[in-house]
């Protein structure tokens, strides 16, 4: 497992590269993402803004205050963060971008299952290019904040994440989605992180890094469908 690595803090928060594999909250005795850079940084506690998956690595948010925790989550329910994610399959999807929507329902094993209504539904968007035949990079920008949304939204898209076997993706050394950056207004300023996954084969392809140095790299001026 790569280790947790800390990306920016001031007084107010704390953002960190989540390794892949480790919870946001204690789980089975293991100290989560909370508690081992609280202790990184000599704090007693920090809050959880948002949340990410054990098998997604990347970005996350924490707060160190408890003011700064509820500006934050505000935020967050408002969506005025915005949130993008990088993944990879080795299917083609139904379509190489635009929208996937619908509401989301419990099924079996603890996934979840994408519907045709629209009462309360799922929105996310992306983009996708081929990096190789049979395997292709999806960049990904949640619009809601469901459980396992994206991962759903690539299954529904006849694409699911490559390692995502509880999606049916074929299985490899990790599931390849990872919280690639985070935009938002902090204080009047306006705030932008970024963060290439470090652990996964198949991330280190030379075609994606190149594909994020170049048409990928200001994901907030894509045009997006």
Known sequence: MNALRIIDQNNDYVIVNKPVGMTVQRDDGHPGVLAETAELLGLEILYPVHRLDRVTSGLLLMAKTTA?????????????????YLALSDRKPKKKQGWVKGDMEKARRGAWRLLNSHKNPAVTQFFSHSLAPGCRAFLLR??????????????????????????SGSAADRTYLHAYGLEFIWRGEHRVYRCCPQHGEAFAQPALLQQLDTNWAVPSELPWP
């Open 68 to 84: 700064a925790n509820r500006q934050l989550s505000m935020a967050f329910a408002e969506h005025q963060v915005q949130k993008y």
């Open 142 to 167: 949640p619009r809601t904040g469901k459980t396992h949304q994206l991962r759903v939204a690539l299954k529904s898209l006849g694409a699911p994440i490559l390692g995502d076997t509880l999606y």
